[in-house]
């Protein structure tokens, strides 16, 4: 049977990359450059989601320091230069690299749609060996706009060649601005449980709510027999 789905666009940090312990690591050297104290990652696990620029301002902002659009500016550049630097190994949740290759075998298109920088993005993904698989990538930085705005979501929905009418499509995420990109566009969503939702999974308000990553094609398969 053809799977129900012709193309799945996923969100990356909490959906796919286990990205907070990297966060992490180098918004500590960031802080630790500008004279701030560090910060747990259990803290920046809470601020994760509205991309780089939010996240460097929030960690900032819990040390104090309170910065706007303009003084964020040199300070998000220490952050991303040293992110895009940084040799450790990111961690994929169990099943990602199984379960995109399989849904790749079996002819769906994937794309990438998180507020993460692209080339910080793209330098991940060939790290962990995935970019063959994805078929479109966008991020924070590659359009005027990001999510939880539809048109970030279905720009990635296009590149896959998907009717921009009736999109035969799913987004997976992790948190409200997955949801809302998807409400926007509207295609069902997939929430995983251990991402960084920001509030109880449940209230995000998805169509499935997933622990495990390899039950994702299952999960596909039921919602579109609903
Ligand atoms: O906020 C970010 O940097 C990225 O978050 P996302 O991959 O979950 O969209
Ligand atoms: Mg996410």
Redesign the pocket.
Known sequence: MPFPFSALVF?????LIDSAPDMTRVLNRTLAHFDRPSLTEAQVRTM??DGSAMLVRQAFAATGAVLDDETVQPILRHYLDRYFEDEEASALYPGVTETLTALAERGVRLGLC?NKPERISRKLLDALGLAPLFGAVAGGDTLPVKKPDGRHLSWVLEQLGADPQAPNAAMI???GN?VKAARAVGVPVVAMSY??PRMPVEELGADVILDHFADLPTALERLAAR
């Open positions: 969100d990356l940090d909490g959906t994760v989601g998180t995420g992790d948190n997955d991402g960084y």
